[in-house]
């Protein structure tokens, strides 16, 4: 029998070989060719490209060198309904389906409502698997604009499911005003494709001004927003400065949480007489640490309850629902997440398995999505902020203010590829979205950071603390801009050579192909590049 000409019939193969299904792809006038496809004959010696779009990325401070050559990296697996490609039919039946997750890779903002908008179209289920109405999304279909922070984006597809997981913390009176807003933009029949898990907590998150004193919260009716108020207020006064956070009361929910007194959606179904003495206890922690704050607890309980009766047809138990989706009939299941600078929960790819309560050979691809610049709500350290003409040009062109806030003025700064090899190296992206390429067309030079120094050396590492990120150095390379407009690109053709070039570079750097690349708000313009 003839033998594979590199490695002959049987007999050992190099590392990096396989049998079975090429996951290498060949270039094709600057666009990715897969080489190989399913149902590769049997004991067919093929190659496989190391995979360095799972965690194999050069040391930081030092440039990654992808193993591919061309102008484009390979494409590094495709996203499909049912089991991954080259896994056996038992190894599928054991595992299931995949979940395809959506994550975002800088400090919030990059456009991940608009991927998993893109994405949802054809999937069965979208799931959320962390955090609460302090996420923003903003997502334009047939010219009109939605705004989400707690339903998932992708409940605008008529056809799917959308899932609320136990990992996400649920503020009943914002879920059921979100959805009001969207239904007179014409969302429909929302309530029917919802489906919430009972181990889900609540937040107590009502509504507070964005510039808060003491005398505000001296009578507020939701107090996890209240509390998150006032802590604010405390770390300003104290420490002359605060974090800036949303005030959705995230952090105290997920503190009650963490510190085992926290209410989950099954316990507001259940037993009510039971909740209303937990209910009020919690009451009671959260008034002998800030005696200031007066809690209405008869108010809400009365609310709440109301508010039980509502959800209870959407509720259902998530770990089996969630189990049921991956070992039924084949589905398309998208997950969206959020980068883990941004908020208290678990939002790395690991959150995925936690949040929804799926084990981890269960995650199929992860995308990644980086703005093709970097912006930052609330304080802390930036090192690519522009405190410029260049930062004022970023978020007038960008419309950088916040859904959720409505606070203006993002703060904006060159793309800061250390932030994007850390994101890669904590979470392993298959590939990438940069989304708003079309807002640097108007100039003409693009700068982008490339490592950090500290003290005159490159550091090989993303720093943990604050204040030692504050002093690094950001070491930059300047690319050409292309002074076009790209808004009308549909095709990877259609870009300015020189806004390829720009991608490429992130592509080469962080050791990751992009898939994507966004040039304006809608829905189609995203170019799909594989």
């Known amino acids: ?106 400090w919030g903002d990059e456009g991940k409502g608009k991927v998993v908008d893109l994405l949802a179209t054809d999937a069965d289920i979208i799931s959320r698997c962390q955090g609460g109405n302090n996420a923003g999304h903003t997502v334009v279909v047939d010219g009109k604009e939605y705004d989400f922070h707690l339903l998932p984006s992708g409940i605008i597809n008529p056809k799917a499911v959308s899932f609320i997981g136990n990992g996400v913390v649920v503020h009943l009176p914002g879920l059921f005003e979100e959805a009001e807003k969207n239904e007179k933009k014409g969302l429909k029949d929302w309530e029917k494709r919802l489906v919430i898990s009972d181990r889900a907590h609540l937040g107590e998150s009502w509504g507070l001004p964005a510039r808060l004193r003491i005398s505000d919260l001296l009578r507020v009716f939701d107090f996890h927003q209240a509390v998150d108020g006032l802590q604010e207020v405390q770390r300003q006064a ?90 039924g009939p084949p589905k398309k299941i998208l997950v969206e997440g959020t980068y883990p600078f941004v908020t208290s929960s678990n939002c790395t790819v690991g959150g995925v398995c936690t949040g929804l309560g799926i084990p981890p050979q269960n995650i199929g691809e992860v995308y990644g999505v980086v703005k093709a610049y970097t912006t930052r709500v609330g304080v802390g350290a930036f090192p690519t902020e522009q405190i410029s003409e260049i930062g004022d040009l970023l978020q007038s062109r960008g419309h950088e203010w916040g859904v959720t806030t409505g606070r203006k003025k993002r703060r904006c700064g060159w793309l800061d590829l250390m932030i994007l090899r850390y994101a890669h190296m904590v979470n392993g992206f298959t590939a990438l979205a940069l989304t708003k390429l079309d807002i640097l067309d108007a100039l003409d030079e693009i700068k982008v950071g490339v490592a950090y120094k500290l003290g005159g050396k490159r550091i090989p590492y993303f720093p943990a603390n604050q204040e030692i990120l504050q002093k690094v150095e950001v070491e930059y390379e300047t690319l050409p801009g292309w002074k076009a407009d790209t808004t009308a690109a549909r095709k990877w053709e259609d870009l300015p050579p020189q806004a390829q070039s720009y991608i490429r570079f992130v592509e080469n750097h962080v050791g990751v192909a992009v898939k994507w690349v966004g040039v304006g708000k809608s829905r189609d313009s995203m170019i799909q590049l594989f």
């Open 1 to 106: 029998m003839p033998g594979c000409p590199v490695t002959g019939n049987g007999g050992p193969r190099p590392s990096g070989w396989t049998r079975g299904r090429a996951v290498l792809s060949v270039t094709t006038r600057g666009r990715p060719r897969q080489a190989g496809v399913p149902g590769s004959p049997r004991g067919r010696c093929v190659p496989r490209a190391p995979r360095v779009e799972r965690g194999d990325a050069a040391p930081f401070g030092q440039i990654a060198r992808p193993p591919w050559r061309g102008s484009r990296p390979p494409n590094v697996g495709s996203p499909g309904p049912g089991p991954a490609t080259g896994r056996t039919s038992h190894e599928a039946a054991t595992t299931g389906s995949r979940v395809t997750v959506v994550l975002g890779a800088q």
């Open 238 to 327: 104290q420490e002359g400065k605060n974090i800036g956070t949303t005030r959705k009361g995230i952090g105290p929910a997920y503190s009650s949480k963490a510190a085992r007194t926290g209410l989950r959606i099954c316990d507001l179904l259940s037993d009510f007489d039971e909740f209303s003495s937990r209910f009020k206890s919690l009451a009671q922690q959260y008034q002998s640490m800030f005696p200031s704050l007066d809690v209405d607890t008869e108010g809400q309980l009365k609310r709440l309850k109301g508010f039980a009766e509502r959800i209870r047809p959407m509720v259902r138990d998530g770990v089996y629902f969630m189990y049921e989706a991956l070992h």
